[in-house]
């Protein structure tokens, strides 16, 4: 299947991105305008042929009939046996979504009232801080999101308290009114440890405060029986069904801080925002469609041209925490080596999802991306506008530093220009080629840039579904299940046996002598 573009790949490598654009109409061939956005992937090595050998997999592959069969509440989800219809949650107006013949609509549309009757009264209450406790899914989509719609945050000041790591909580709640302060207990399952150690804590830290729970405790949950268990009152626990992966929850009740942040008219424009690029990739051609394409650029990148990382790279600061939110999305999607029959994948799964805000990077690993050894694929993501008119000055600097990053990846300098660059600060001979060389950027460095208009609820939830369908495209092709995460089990169960061992309760006899070793020392510093 990938022969083929491999062949092109290898066949068109002589010829450099920036040589492509003698094709002068290529930034528009090789651009995609959609739901308002503007994702350009022509500073890329993609020609007309391997692109389209990339559409041809993604049509033998049955692309567009596994995307109907997800939105059709189809079991894709097959090693857990679920369907996958977070789509459902932002199903605003669209019409019924079966499961099992039962339409979800009027659950969720329940749900999304009631998540709204409570955030109203949140937000004209006296509660001054939310703390939302999570961790994986439950944690970094609406930690990620309050970050980014700051501008529109007029409700109760938001805190996300994730790692068992006892400085995560204790660093919260040092600032926080017991009086006034609701915490939000977010897990799909109710059982992760992280999350239900850092909710025990919270409530002893209440009854030392001499608070009663009443009140206190929000529950989000698809386990309504450990939640009522744990003590939370029916009316103050919010269910998704299993059909809601966990890395795909924060448009129903795992979205409730930041509905109480944003209230729950922007909230539904975030919503609005992801059920127009559902829309979009539902109905448009494989060749004209957002997702599939940036899927498909991806996938060129990491496994025809064995990239093994890209970086996602917003110039919009209030995007600090898209890199972390994606490194789930996309490598707990996508991390699998075995297609969904239960072979060794054949080529490389999805790759490594890194990044930071620029300008930050720039001052730090772009050194590498411009002249290191390794091609780093980039993908830029800009507003045209800012939310600080007054500040204007800085938006242009931010943009021009955007474009500058991909056109000098582009581009690079070649050794004679470095040579005259030398020269004019008067090095002469072998010392001037010498300093030559280490000005000199290899270039032809491939990025893409996706940029939008400004950062409202509505583009965040555009986004934020393109990625998810992004994904969604990808696994679909390697013919791997992106809905299920068993790789990060293991981990756990072992860290179950291991409790005890720290502790010095258990001997750690069993272990390797470097497990071993390690439980010696903490015993050491523990006394
Ligand atoms: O351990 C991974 C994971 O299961 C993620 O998939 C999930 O988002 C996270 O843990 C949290 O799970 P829960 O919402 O059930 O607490």
Redesign the pocket.
């Known amino acids: 299947m990938w022969d083929e573009v491999k062949r092109l790949a290898g066949a068109g490598a002589g010829k450099s991105i920036l040589a492509r654009f003698d094709n002068a109409n290529r930034a528009a061939e090789f651009s995609l305008n959609a739901a308002g956005m503007l994702f350009d992937y022509s500073k890329t090595q993609l020609d007309e042929q391997s692109r389209a050998a990339l559409l041809d997999i993604a049509r033998t592959t049955g692309v567009a009939e596994r995307r109907d069969a997800m939105f059709a509440g189809h079991a894709i989800n097959e090693t857990e046996g679920r369907a996958v219809l977070h789509t459902a949650l932002r199903n605003l107006d669209g019409g019924p979504v079966l499961v099992d013949g039962a339409d979800v609509m009027p659950e969720v549309r329940d749900t999304l009232d009631r998540m709204a009757k409570l955030a109203d009264d949140v937000r004209a209450g006296d509660v001054t801080d939310v703390v939302n406790i ?6 970094l989509g609406p930690a990620m999101a309050y970050l980014a719609l700051k501008p529109y945050a007029d409700g109760p000041r938001c805190h996300f308290v994730s790692n068992v790591d006892g400085a995560d909580i204790a660093d919260t709640l040092r600032t926080l009114d017991p009086e006034t302060t609701l915490f939000v207990v ?7 440890i992280e ?1 239900m150690t850092n909710a025990r804590t919270a409530k002893a830290w209440l009854d030392d405060k001499g608070v009663r729970h009443e009140g206190r405790f929000v529950a989000l ?1 698809s386990n309504k029986e450990k939640a009522a268990e744990w003590g939370i009152s029916e009316d103050r626990v919010f269910g998704f069904a299993d059909w809601v ?3 795909y ?1 924060m448009w129903g009740p ?1 979205g409730l801080s930041l509905m109480m942040a944003i209230g729950p008219k922007a909230f539904r424009s975030f919503l609005r925002g992801g059920q127009e690029m559902d829309r979009h990739f539902l109905s448009a051609p494989l060749h004209e469609n957002m997702p599939v394409l940036l899927a498909l650029v991806g996938m060129w990148h990491n496994q025809v041209m064995g990239h093994a990382t890209r970086a996602v790279l917003p110039y919009d600061n209030r995007l600090a925490r898209l890199p972390a939110y994606l490194q ?1 999305l996309e490598m ?1 999607s996508n991390g699998k080596g075995v297609s969904m029959d239960g072979r060794t994948l054949d080529v490389p799964s999805g790759p490594v999802v890194w990044g930071e805000p620029g300008t930050n990077g720039q001052h730090a690993f772009y050194q590498l991306i411009h002249q290191g050894t390794r091609v780093v694929p980039c993908e830029f993501m800009v507003a045209a506008t800012g939310h600080e008119p007054d500040l204007g000055h800085h938006h242009d600097l931010l943009v021009a530093n955007c474009l500058a990053q991909s056109e000098a990846l582009m581009r690079g300098r070649g050794l004679d220009e470095a040579r005259e660059i030398c020269a004019a600060k008067g090095f002469e001979g072998d010392e001037l080629e010498r300093q030559a060389r280490h000005r000199v950027f290899p270039g032809d460095r491939p990025s893409t840039t996706l940029i939008y208009p400004q950062l409202t609820p509505e583009i965040l939830g555009k986004i934020v579904a393109l990625y998810e369908h992004r994904v969604f495209v990808e696994g679909a092709i390697l013919n791997i299940n992106s809905f299920d ?1 068993w790789g ?1 089990e293991l981990g ?1 169960e072992l860290a179950k046996s291991l409790e005890p061992v720290v502790t010095g309760d258990a001997p750690a006899g069993d272990k390797d002598g470097s497990t071993r070793q390690l439980v010696d020392y903490v015993l050491l510093y523990r006394g």
């Open positions: 999570g961790i994986g899914g439950s944690d977010a897990s799909k399952t109710f059982t992760t999350t949950s992966g966990g890395r929850s795992i789930q707990e995460q990060v756990k």
